[in-house]
């Protein structure tokens, strides 16, 4: 079964300095991976995605997520935090190749940019 | 930008009570989805529909669940006889296609059922 792992609840930055969130995943064969974000009291908004092709994907809001198949990660990172990014991420993976397109997402991390 | 819209946003409802939560999809997407969120919890997968019928559902999705697309817009989620361990927050996603340039799901705000 596929699964994801993101094992800080909580990430604390200064503004200004860069960002990541760490998300490992679990899945035999070539995953579909995923980050959303989620501002306090709404849903879940898309950032980005990883498909096929570069390992360096570039989403929205200036974050980008590098996918290394070798350690099964999918970190998210942003050069220069802003106090605006403070809210949750998740990180979600499916499993098309296995038959499964449903994403599975992590516990989610909470991000915290310090002024 | 088009987006995905669920009402109510709040819902509290008696320990039995049947309750139906409402979504309106993305127009020109066809696959559609119910997950939920127990406070402090990570978002768990219900339902997806695809086609007018179910395609996939967790073992969460027991026989007090239904999920039915009515007419041409709305995709609803039904309770018929809620518990308290019920009480989360229901998101509903819809997604356009199952390729890779259109499989990201879309979510809504959420709908807060509190069971009491």
């Known amino acids: 079964a596929q699964s994801v792992a993101q094992p800080e609840d909580q990430v604390n930055v200064a503004e200004g300095n860069p960002l990541t969130v760490k998300c490992t995943y679990s899945?035999?064969?070539?995953?579909?991976l995923f980050w959303y974000v989620q501002y306090p009291n709404r849903g879940l908004q898309f950032l980005l995605k990883?498909?096929?092709?570069?390992?360096l994907v570039k989403g929205s809001y200036g974050f980008e997520a590098e996918f290394n198949k070798s350690q099964t990660s999918f970190h998210l990172k942003k050069p220069s935090a802003l106090v605006s990014d403070s809210a949750l991420y998740f990180c979600a993976v499916s499993h098309p190749s296995g038959g499964s397109y449903i994403p599975t997402f992590g516990r989610g991390t909470s991000l915290i940019v310090h002024p | 930008e088009p987006e995905v819209t669920q009402t109510p946003s709040h819902q509290v409802t008696q320990m039995g009570q049947e309750v139906i939560l409402r979504c309106v999809p993305i127009?020109?997407?066809?696959?559609f989805y119910w997950y939920r969120q127990i406070l402090g919890q990570k978002v768990e997968f219900l339902v997806s529909f695809y086609n007018n019928e179910i395609s996939e559902k967790s073992e969460i999705f027991d026989d007090q669940f239904s999920v039915e697309r009515p007419d041409g817009s709305n995709f609803t989620l039904k309770i018929r006889s809620t518990k308290l361990e019920d009480s989360a927050m229901y998101f509903c996603?819809?997604?356009?296609?199952?390729?890779?340039?259109?499989?990201?799901?879309?979510f809504g705000q959420g709908t807060r059922l509190t069971v009491v």
């Open positions: 996603a819809s997604s356009e296609g199952r390729t890779s340039m259109n499989t990201e799901a879309f």
């Open positions: 990883y498909i096929t092709g570069d390992n």
């Open positions: 899945v035999s064969g070539n995953p579909y």
């Open positions: 127009s020109n997407h066809l696959y």
